[in-house]
């Protein structure tokens, strides 16, 4: 009896010791890095609360850097903008686990912003200037790009006298209003453009009525939470009790507030690489290298 003890302690010993007791968190720079950092922390905290894991936290400069971070093995898992989770799929063997719901719906859509006293529709805007996100940005860039040439027919390298980027989601929203571009392209949470990241970023009504929308794409594939098939094969419990912590995170209270100031999330549910093909799709009619 004692011999076969022995053997089971030898056979499993090393899976425990084998068992990862740290992971790092990355976070895409959604807008100034002063609060992601505040609310990427709040997340790692919770996140080791339930684990008992050391949790890390990594603020990304950009969408690019957070790629080879997850390629690198720098970070074990990622919160990644649709298409930059389809660009890290060919580069880092990334690997989507979830995706996020805002107001029970499981995507969002990408809006044309204006000054909605200097211009009445889109066609106001031939000749005047817009501005990205980033060139890696799903609502902030791919998306918005493909749907002006298929959708209005619109090609904008000749449409736009010039088309420049700023960085993040706040950035543009404030270079609208304050009328350094004339136009961006940024996220919203409805086909109407009633509610966006004009909402969410700037701070009084006042401000959010001088912004409307004047182009609306197709429906996008909410952003994902996202690891790698290498990370995901030899960590399959750890990967498991990941999806089941957050898939439960919408349940109490602190996390749904934690959701909602990482990203505005209202839950994480399962996804699939197969889900982001109009992304794919999407990277193709601009001429956009995943690679």
Known sequence: ??????????????????????????????????VMET???LFSEYYKKHTGLTVKTFIATDYTALIEALRSGRIDFAFLPPFSFVKAEEVAGAKVLMKSVRKGRAH??????????????????????IAWVDPASSSGF????????????????????????AGSHDALVLSVLNG????????????KGEEGSWHQFLKTDEDRKKI??????????????????KFANANK?????????????????EGKAILKALYRIDSLVVATSKE???????AKVIDVDVK
């Open 108 to 129: 969002f859509y990408s809006a044309i912003i204006v000054r909605a006293d200097k211009y009445k529709d889109l066609a106001a805007l031939k000749g005047k200037n």
């Open 276 to 282: 982001y093909e109009s992304l794919r799709k999407a």
């Open 142 to 165: 791919i998306v918005p790009k493909a749907s002006l040439i298929t959708k209005a027919k619109i090609d904008p390298e000749k449409f736009f006298n010039k088309q420049v980027y």
């Open 39 to 41: 609310n990427g922390k």
């Open 237 to 253: 419990e750890l990967v498991e009790k990941t999806i089941k912590l957050l898939s439960g995170m919408d349940k109490s209270d």
């Open 1 to 34: 009896m004692k011999k076969i003890l022995f053997s089971l302690f030898c056979l499993y010993a090393p899976l425990s010791f084998a068992e990862k007791t740290e992971v790092t968190i990355g976070f895409n720079p959604a807008e100034n890095v002063d």
């Open 212 to 229: 409307k929308a004047v182009h609306i794409s197709d429906p996008i594939p909410g952003d994902t939470l996202t690891t790698t098939v």
């Open 180 to 191: 350094t571009v004339d136009a961006g392209a940024t996220f919203s949470n409805d086909d």
